[in-house]
């Protein structure tokens, strides 16, 4: 999902819960999370594809193009479960209550959205298959994404060869 499709949604969010349960911190901390998990795309793009500073191959990456490896460590339901028991041990402090709706709406959305594989944001799924980007996306999803990369690359040798063409004229 898009970051700014996650901000509206967390606003909303986060309205909601301040209404419920009248605690600003838990307020911020539902917004904050359900915003800057994403932050752990940072990662998988620097170890993908090394200190490279382009906004826009960034999102176009994730969009697009197969990656070797996805961690994406924070988007995981286990985390989820810890915060509940976490919720639960605290007498449902409202900062860990915050985080727990927070974390569960993003990724809830993101499963919905994202159609990569139904287990994707479970990290022993993705521990269990190494983390390879494949079994992330699914099936499906893989082979659109081979092939937008072959015909990428496709394009990429043509330009080459048209370009050797003209300089060699
Ligand atoms: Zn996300």
């Given at each position: 999902m898009k970051l700014e499709q996650h901000i509206a949604i967390s606003t909303a969010v986060s309205a909601v819960f301040l209404m419920i349960t009248k605690s600003l911190e838990g307020t911020i901390a539902c917004f904050l999370v359900g915003i800057f998990i994403d932050l752990d795309h940072i990662f998988d793009y620097l170890f993908n594809h090394g200190v490279k500073i382009d906004l826009k191959h960034f999102f176009h990456t994730f969009k697009l193009e197969v990656l070797d490896n996805i961690f994406v460590f924070l988007h995981s339901w286990e985390i989820m479960i810890v915060c509940l028991v976490v919720a639960w041990l605290t007498d449902w402090k409202p900062v860990i209550v915050g985080i727990f709706v927070g974390g569960c709406i993003h990724l809830f959305l993101d499963h919905l959205?994202?159609?990569?594989?139904?287990?994707?944001?479970?990290l022993s799924y993705r521990i269990k298959n190494r983390f390879a980007a494949k079994y992330f996306y699914g099936p499906k999803e893989y082979r659109q994404r081979l092939k937008f990369m072959k015909r990428k690359l496709c394009e990429s040798d043509c330009n080459k060869s048209q370009n050797d063409t003209t300089n060699r004229s």
């Open positions: 959205w994202n159609g990569h594989s139904p287990l994707a944001y479970w």
